[in-house]
């Protein structure tokens, strides 16, 4: 359906864990101007993350005033708005004034963990898996969620005065000045109160995380209309949200089942797009909404590693055995080998395919030859073991390997990191031409929604390759690095218990 007249371009909006990010494309795909702004993460206690909600609203509107400028455009040329963000991240706040109520509680908080614990020796974990593709984990909102009520009182008093949402709510209800409260299935499939199968909120699972459906948004397609913007964006209409993994699936033109990619980012992401019928069962790792268009809902089997970018910041500003990203990467690089030495990047336990909140960090095989190169070489492995476990499963959920995988993100900017990738996979690794894989998705399927790339000349500033990464390593290595990589993740297992 057409929204735009002849207005010219698409405002693709990525709320990250880390930074707010704001594209400009035009009417081909291109990229006419975009910014960023770094977002922070508070830990006000051990294992609590949060981070301001006003800072990540003010911080992606920023960004996107400054995109325009950057493009010498302004609001009026906008034909539509796409918003893409991290999901499992959310907020509470007063549903007449707008003011949050407390902190966004972040992806990467792990509070919840001994009420994970109670509920799953209650028997939840099965019924939770089977109606909504997901685990039983801090990793997800509902579970912090319960954690909120049961030990804030005064705000479980005020559960009818409330409004729950993931980020993309939270930031609809911005640009739209409250009147809109909303979000779609591949942001509300990560709650744990979602059912993937009937495609609403589950009954069961809203009485077991004592959340009134009265605070819930409204679940909407994927694109279409979400509203229009109010204040400086006047009148644009908001277009398209996805989840920001399920938008750089999209992004990277991953459209048909069987094709599947990787994002790295402060975790890294793998997606492999199910078409419109989820698996029944998917060894240690997730089902959930990809996106629905038209009724129809294509499912996603999904892999996360929760320490990607992250274990190279541990570096720097843990470790401080470098100034920056690129100096550490520069030392890892004067390290061919790691001497033995595997280090287990469970920064916040470990995700896809172990689910195990009670595993930490661990750095093994340590000698008097070993010296800073080999600890920064063995962080970057680290990270691509972690793909490899996820890719693996994923392999074995499909019942056929898997060959040339796609990747983006932040950290798909290391060169050595995907050498490693392939070396460790066996398979080629290919880097995408624009990095920004996740806000061109969203803003894809905003601009289709618009009447933009409707065909493939208009579609060319989309799913460009930069390099192809190819495997180095002979199999009998690969091997060898493996095994040593699963004997350091058993020894991290339930370390904490």
């Not at 991953?254 to 069962?281: D, E, H, Q, V």
């Not at 909140?357 to 010296?371: F, W």
């Given at each position: 359906m057409l929204y735009s007249g002849r207005m010219d371009y698409i405002l693709a909006l990525d709320q990250g864990t880390t930074s707010s990010r704001a594209l400009l494309l035009d009417r081909k795909g291109r990229i006419a101007g975009q910014a960023m702004r770094p977002v922070s993460l508070l830990t006000p206690k051990p294992e609590w993350v949060e981070q301001s909600p006003e800072l990540l609203w003010r911080s992606l509107e920023e960004a996107a005033c400054e995109a325009l400028e950057r493009a010498g455009a302004v609001p009026r040329r906008i034909a539509g708005i796409g918003i893409a963000n991290q999901r499992e991240t959310f907020l509470l706040w007063d549903r007449q004034s707008l003011e949050p109520v407390g902190n966004a509680i972040v992806w990467q908080d792990r509070r919840s963990t001994a009420l994970c614990d109670r509920l799953r020796k209650a028997g939840w974990e099965e019924p939770i898996g089977m109606k909504t593709g997901l685990r039983l984990n801090p990793y997800f909102s509902g579970t912090k969620l319960l954690w909120l009520w049961e030990n804030l009182p005064v705000l479980s008093g005020r559960r009818d005065r409330l409004r729950f949402g993931t980020v993309d709510s939270w930031l609809l209800a911005k640009l739209t000045g409250g009147k809109v409260h909303a979000t779609e299935e591949s942001n509300a499939s990560r709650t744990l109160l979602y059912n993937i199968h009937e495609h609403r909120w589950d009954a069961d699972l809203l009485a077991l995380f004592q959340t009134p459906p009265s605070l819930l948004p409204e679940v909407l397609p994927s694109a279409g209309p979400f509203g229009k913007g109010a204040g400086f964006w006047e009148g644009i209409p908001i277009l398209a949200v996805l989840g920001d993994q399920q938008a750089s699936l999209y992004g990277q033109?991953?459209?048909?089942?069987?094709?599947?990619?990787?994002?790295?980012?402060?975790?890294?992401?793998?997606?492999?797009?199910?078409?419109?019928?989820?698996?029944?069962?998917?060894?240690?790792?997730?089902?959930?909404?990809?996106?629905?268009?038209?009724?129809?809902?294509?499912?996603?089997?999904?892999?996360?590693?929760?320490?990607?970018?992250?274990?190279?910041?541990?570096?720097?500003?843990?470790?401080?055995?470098?100034?920056?990203?690129?100096?550490?990467?520069?030392?890892?690089?004067?390290?061919?080998?790691?001497?033995?030495?595997?280090?287990?990047?469970?920064?916040?336990?470990?995700?896809?395919?172990?689910?195990?909140?009670?595993?930490?960090?661990?750095?093994?095989?340590?000698?008097?030859?070993?010296?800073?190169?080999?600890?920064?070489?063995?962080?970057?492995?680290?990270?691509?073991h972690q793909v490899c476990d996820v890719i693996e499963a994923m392999a074995r959920a499909g019942g056929a390997p898997l060959h040339q995988m796609k990747v983006d993100g932040g950290a798909a900017r290391s060169d050595l990191l995907l050498q490693i990738q392939a070396d460790l996979l066996g398979f080629s690794v290919v880097r995408s031409g624009c990095r920004e894989a996740t806000a061109l998705g969203v803003g894809l399927l905003a601009g289709r929604e618009a009447g933009f790339f409707a065909t493939p000349e208009e579609r060319s500033g989309f799913g460009r390759i930069e390099r192809i990464f190819s495997p180095l390593l002979d199999a009998r290595e690969r091997r060898r690095k493996r095994e040593a990589w699963k004997d350091a993740v058993g020894r991290t297992r339930g370390w904490r218990r």
């Open positions: 033109l991953c459209w048909g089942p069987g094709s599947f990619k990787t994002t790295y980012g402060t975790g890294a992401f793998s997606l492999m797009n199910l078409g419109s019928r989820p698996p029944t069962a998917a060894e240690g790792l997730l089902v959930s909404s990809g996106w629905r268009l038209e009724g129809e809902t294509t499912y996603v089997l999904e892999g996360c590693v929760f320490a990607a970018g992250a274990a190279v910041g541990w570096l720097v500003d843990g470790l401080r055995l470098a100034p920056g990203v690129e100096q550490a990467e520069a030392l890892a690089r004067q390290a061919s080998e790691t001497e033995g030495l595997v280090f287990v990047p469970a920064l916040t336990g470990l995700g896809s395919p172990y689910w195990d909140p009670s595993a930490e960090g661990l750095l093994i095989g340590i000698t008097r030859r070993t010296r800073p190169s080999h600890i920064a070489r063995a962080v970057w492995e680290g990270i691509a």
